[in-house]
């Protein structure tokens, strides 16, 4: 099937101005994560969805930074204001729940999306 | 918070040496994955170890998780060219967040 899609590919913003960077998980992933991967770095954790509830945003750097996933399936990540440093590629990854009983025991792998590079100029 | 360090940050290894990454992690992990990311690409899961002390083999590649849960590696044997990309560990302490570890580089000279 489908795997993670992300758009756009590549999105060139000038310093100031707000982006918005889709995430479309594998269908009926219940966990959704956005990571922010500079160059030659490991991915970092910025925020994570259960369904449609965020359930960790420790990870974002200030508050310029917002993530939804209003129906539990797509997720925005939006960027207001955006300076310099915001440059990265953003990665998008969803995973699904292994469940007994109907009650989450463990979590799979995470499938990871293309990625969003984003340059600010 | 919790911080995942890989050793080496790179590696150079000639067509056929043997390779290992080292994750050590500063707090006791719940489980650990690994993944694999090509130039350009993204991460590619790799496989996820639980128990303590567990030792796991995908063909040429062996994965290990210590005894006390906190660390981990990675050993491929006779390294090949599609063995060149980086290798980061990712460790759970719980719940799903993972904290990915600095990743080691590695380069296979053929």
């Known amino acids: 099937g489908a795997g993670v899609s992300q758009s756009p590919r590549y999105k060139v913003a000038k310093r100031g101005q707000d982006v918005a960077l889709r995430c479309d998980p594998i269908?009926?992933?219940?966990?959704l994560f956005w990571y922010q991967q500079a160059l030659g770095q490991g991915p970092e954790f910025l925020t994570y969805f259960q369904n449609e509830a965020q359930l960790d945003k420790s990870g974002l750097p200030s508050d310029r930074f917002f993530a939804e996933r209003p129906e539990g399936s797509v997720s925005t990540l939006k960027i207001q204001r955006t300076q310099q440093e915001d440059s990265a590629v953003y990665l998008c990854a969803s995973s699904s729940a292994l469940r007994a009983s109907g009650i989450v025991i463990s979590y799979n792998e995470q499938f990871f999306g293309p990625g969003t590079r984003l340059t600010v100029l | 918070g919790q911080q995942v360090m890989q050793i080496p940050q790179y590696q150079h290894v000639q067509e056929g040496e043997d390779f290992t990454t080292y994750c050590n992690s500063s707090?006791?992990?719940?489980?650990i994955q690994w993944y694999k990311q090509r130039p350009g690409g993204h991460p590619v899961f790799l496989i996820q170890?639980?128990?303590?002390?567990e030792v796991k083999k995908q063909k040429r590649l062996t994965f290990q998780f210590g005894e006390a849960k906190k660390n981990s590696s990675l050993h491929i044997t006779a390294t090949q060219t599609t063995d060149v990309g980086t290798y980061f560990c990712?460790?759970?302490?719980?719940?799903?967040?993972?904290?990915f570890g600095t990743g080691t580089k590695l380069q296979v000279i053929p």
């Open positions: 170890l639980v128990k303590s002390g």
């Open positions: 707090t006791t992990l719940s489980n």
């Open positions: 990712a460790g759970s302490g719980g719940y799903q967040k993972v904290t």
């Open positions: 269908s009926g992933h219940v966990s």
